[in-house]
Structures are given as C-alpha cells and as structure tokens.
C-alpha cells in the first residue's frame, strides 16, 4: 500500500513516515502544501495523509482541489482543531476522515486500515486467494494451513497482489504501489522479489495450482485461476 503523508512539521512527519515504513507501508512525504498538492495529483496512492495547515496550499483546498479533479483516494485530514465545525469543514471538502493531533499512533493506523478496508472486499482485514491467506493486520500469511515467513517487502509485495487478485498488474504499476517514489528499484529488483514469492508461496505446495503468474508483456498477477 502506497501512502503520501503530507504534513509541516518535519518531526511529526518523519515520525509517521518511519511507523509506516515499519508496518510495510510504502510512504512518500512532502512538507508544504503545493508539493503535496502535486503529489497527490500527478501519483498514484492508496491514501493521503494531509495536514490541514499547511504553509504554500491549506489541508481544506487540496481536498478541495483533489475531489473537483475527479481524484478519489482516500483522505486522511490531521489537525489541532477540534471544534465540531471544523471537523464537517473538512469533511465537507472531501476528506474522509479526520483526526485530531495529538494522537497515538495506534489509532493512526486503526483509522489506516478502516479506510483501507472501504473499497475493497476482505474479511475480517484477511485476503484470500485460492487457499493462500494474507492477514493485513497482523502480517501473517497461511497457505494449506501453513505460516509462510515473509519479509517485511515481500509482504507488501503479496498484500499488493492480493488486493488486485485476478488482475494483470504492469511492473511499473506494482514497483510505485510497494517502494517509495524516491526508490531506486529497476524491473529486476522486482523480478527477484516475485522469484522468491514463488518459493515461500508455489513452490512448496507442488500439488496445488501455482498462484503468482508472470503475464509476458504485461507483468504478473495472483490468481487460483492461472
């Protein structure tokens, strides 16, 4: 899952920055409002993370800014307003939740995962594909009633696959959904990770039909199917 936190003040951004990364989230930040305003719009994320003072662009108009584009993704509004008019103020430009700082990081992510479960059919926060279970909240992955040891990447790597099951997913589609925008991954790097996917997720289970499959020209995609 692909984040962009956009957020002033440097110390709360960079803390948030290094939970995420720390859950396996993929996580961009920008610290002022037009850089995250371009961000937002020019990316591809799952959520944003907005503050809503900002220096350059406010919280409310890049909401704003972002809905009247046609551009849905989820949006997170982070604030020291409490007051009940200001929640709806930021609602009412879009965003779809709201959260008062400070706040435990805890409840950062429950609110995370709430917004994550929204458009996209799961139980209980686990997906399953073809008897091979990802549990997105406590990043454990059984297949045929075995825990499959995965590292943090390739975990974000498979969540990814199994969010989009069934679906062809180009390689550039997947590499700006899993690293980090200033990451330095090249196909390769990718093709690596999908080669020891294969051994942890396929290889193991010989009498059960492979899931990972490499769609030549297009890319890969996890499917029960082939």
Known sequence: MRILVVEDEH????????????ETYAVDVAYDGESGY??????????????RMLPGMDGIKISQKLRKEKIHTPILILTAKDQTRDKVEGLDSGADDY????????????????????????VEDTLEVGGLRVNTRTYEVRREGKTIKLSQKEFALLEYL????????????IISHVWN????????????FIKNLRK?????????QPLIHTVRG???????DG
């Open 38 to 51: 371009d961000l937002a719009s020019t990316e591809d994320y799952d959520l944003i993370i907005l503050d």
């Open 162 to 173: 199994a969010r989009n099951a069934n679906k062809i997913l180009s390689k550039d589609k």
């Open 181 to 192: 925008y200033d990451s330095d991954i090249l196909p390769n790097t990718l093709e690596a």
């Open 11 to 22: 110390r709360i951004a960079n803390s948030i920055n290094k939970g995420l990364e720390q």
């Open 99 to 122: 959260l008062v700082k400070p706040f435990a990081f805890e409840e950062l992510l429950a609110r995370i995962r709430a917004l994550k479960r929204r458009p996209v059919k799961t």
């Open 218 to 224: 297009f890319g890969y995609k996890l499917s029960s």
């Open 200 to 208: 942890k997720i396929d290889q193991p289970f010989p009498k059960r």
